[in-house]
């Protein structure tokens, strides 16, 4: 049987690449993890982890490793919890903007969804305007969207920087309007984008409306123009084009937690918690 304690740290190890990080994360001394990943790997009988002076990394034993931890611990903590008579119950209607379904956030949800079999979680993806106005309307019980930094109601998640990309080989006529490819409104990035555009005088019209992650990706794939990205989830097929088609500085966003007064406070604080413990972009 695996050890939950040497599973929970080298969890810590693979989430933050770092066995420093790891330490500080558990509380408990580098030597400490040190000695938890060795016994963990005397244990199966396999290399988990490549480490020189500067990398830590996984073997693919190692990734393999990743999934039937997260497993063994879910199952776990889903187990004390049910037969310890706290476990949780309720309705948690939860939205998230639809790129943040490339991040880490699935495989959070997952978790939660393991940990508190009994919470009936309603997902919702959609853009962050329309997320934050059916919360307001209190369609909603807790949202995960896009802000302008400086913003100061809801929950600290992460921050990130907004990019211009597009395909390779897209060429844009210096002297035309920037072909763009854009949300439908109401969008954040799609008022990010015009704006920036018209406060330098740029001209631009719009090649593609879309309603959804993947549309946008299709189309900027296809060369259809150029689009608005968070930089920390821009796919590895597309690059940024800031410089080389000259448009303007875009800043940085702040991604937020929102939550409705009225929700049930008790898986409502649990799926806050899942979400701010671990790290979200790539």
């Given at each position: 049987?695996?050890?939950?304690?040497?599973?929970?740290?080298?969890?810590?190890?693979?989430d933050?690449a770092s066995?420093t990080a790891?330490?500080?994360?558990?509380g408990?001394?580098?030597?400490?993890v040190?000695?938890h990943?060795?016994?963990?790997?005397?244990?199966?009988g396999?290399?988990?982890?490549?480490?020189?002076t500067?990398?830590v990394r996984?073997?693919d034993?190692?990734?393999?490793?990743t999934g039937?931890?997260?497993?063994?611990?879910?199952a776990q903590a889903?187990?004390?919890?049910?037969f310890?008579?706290?476990a949780?119950?309720g309705r948690?209607r939860?939205g998230?903007?639809?790129d943040?379904?490339i991040?880490q956030?699935?495989r959070?949800l997952?978790?939660f969804?393991?940990l508190h079999?009994?919470?009936?979680l309603?997902?919702?993806?959609n853009?962050?305007?329309v997320?934050k106005?059916?919360?307001a309307?209190g369609h909603?019980?807790?949202?995960?969207v896009?802000?302008f930094?400086g913003?100061t109601e809801?929950?600290?998640v992460g921050r990130d920087?907004?990019?211009?990309?597009?395909?390779?080989?897209?060429e844009i006529d210096?002297?035309g309007?920037?072909?763009l490819?854009?949300?439908?409104?109401p969008?954040?990035?799609?008022?990010?984008?015009?704006?920036a555009l018209e406060a330098?005088g740029?001209?631009?019209?719009?090649?593609?409306?879309?309603?959804?992650?993947?549309?946008?990706?299709?189309?900027v794939?296809?060369?259809?123009g150029v689009a608005?990205?968070?930089?920390?989830?821009?796919?590895?097929?597309l690059v940024?084009?800031s410089r080389?088609?000259?448009?303007p500085?875009l800043?940085?966003i702040e991604?937020?937690?929102?939550?409705?007064?009225?929700a049930?406070?008790?898986?409502?604080?649990a799926?806050?918690?899942?979400?701010?413990?671990?790290?979200?972009?790539?």
């Open positions: 049987m695996l050890d939950p304690v040497l599973l929970r740290t080298f969890l810590a190890v693979a933050t066995f790891a330490a500080a994360r558990l408990i001394s580098q030597p400490t040190s000695q990943v060795r016994r963990l790997e005397e244990s199966v396999r290399r988990l982890f490549t480490r020189d500067r990398d996984l073997t034993n190692g990734d393999a490793m039937f931890a997260r497993s063994i611990l879910a889903a187990a004390e919890n049910y310890g008579g706290a949780m119950s948690l939860f998230a903007a639809d943040l379904a991040t956030l699935p959070i997952r978790q969804r393991a079999p009994r919470v009936n309603e997902l919702t993806v853009q962050s305007d997320l106005r059916r919360l309307a909603l019980d807790l949202v995960f896009k802000d930094v913003a809801g929950t600290f920087s907004l990019v211009w990309v597009a395909e390779e080989r897209t210096p002297s309007p920037v072909p490819i854009v949300y439908q409104a969008s954040f990035s799609r008022t990010l984008a015009i704006e330098e740029r001209t631009w019209r719009i090649t593609c409306n879309v309603r959804e992650v993947n549309g946008l990706l299709a189309a794939r296809a060369g259809l608005v990205f968070p930089h920390s989830l821009l796919p590895a097929d940024k084009v080389r088609f000259e448009l500085e800043g940085d991604y937020r937690l929102h939550s409705n007064p009225l049930a406070k008790e898986p409502l604080e799926l806050t918690a899942a979400i701010t413990a671990q790290p979200i972009l790539r």
